[in-house]
């Protein structure tokens, strides 16, 4: 074993096993979607390129710096070529740890109909948990044009749908807490895409985001977006 595999071993196997999970549930399909995973000020592990996301082990596990030198790779691994694309939100948001861009259904068909509902007050759990998922125009794979595209709302929130793409979601803690809060936006689209066919949907009032900032801070939540960003989830709805 590598001194940096064996060093960061169980953060390998924390991205190894979300890969897996997020595939066994449907959520990216053959060789689409990445995971990446700050472990260090400047180390990063990241899926690679051309595994299919279930089949992911640890030993696939590429180890990379900020500045996207490859600090190990197995034999015949290399990162994702959406490496660039990791590195350039976790260099620009120093707060998150864990990244997933993956395809689900719901999601993505919301994201085909550039639905701009997962961004507006719907559920409380979302809400104190993820944060709006702020749309993000569409452009090309492994491209600088995906990363900037982003620019525009990078800062306000910690969820992103991709129009026409799927959707990136972090978090402040791990890959694998930013693959359980893929799954609960999953379940919001669901949810969403149902309610659509019973009639309108209704949001939440202004009054009840503002309850639940008191309960954001009864949990002892970060507030969704870089630190600082935003005064209170009144901003961010409102």
Do not use: W
């Amino acid at each position: 074993m590598h001194a940096l595999q064996e060093k960061y071993r169980i953060a390998i196997q924390k991205l190894a096993r979300s890969s897996q999970r997020i595939a066994s549930q449907g959520f990216v399909t053959s060789q689409g979607g990445n995971l990446s995973y700050r472990v260090d000020e400047d180390v990063v592990l990241i899926t690679p390129t051309k595994v299919p996301k279930a089949e992911v082990q640890f030993d696939d596990v590429v180890i990379m710096n900020m500045k996207g030198d490859v600090l190990f790779a197995a034999e015949g691994r290399k990162p994702t070529g959406e490496s660039p694309f990791h590195l350039d939100i976790l260099n620009q948001r120093p707060d998150l740890k864990g990244l997933v861009h993956a395809h689900p259904p719901a999601i993505t068909a919301l994201a085909l109909a550039h639905s701009d509902l997962l961004s507006r007050p719907l559920l409380p759990e979302p809400i104190i948990e993820v944060g709006p998922v702020l749309n993000v125009a569409y452009e090309e794979p492994l491209s600088q044009a995906l990363a900037d595209a982003f620019k525009p709302v990078l800062m306000k929130s910690n969820a992103f749908l991709m129009l026409n793409h799927g959707i990136l979601i972090g978090s402040t803690t791990s890959v694998i807490r930013a693959s359980e809060l893929l799954e609960m936006i999953e379940a919001t689209a669901h949810s969403v895409i149902m309610a659509q066919q019973m009639g309108t949907i209704k949001e939440l009032s202004k009054e009840d985001v503002a309850c639940l900032d008191r309960t954001l801070k009864t949990r002892g939540l970060p507030m969704p977006g870089a630190p600082g960003v935003n005064p209170s989830l009144i901003d961010l709805y409102f």
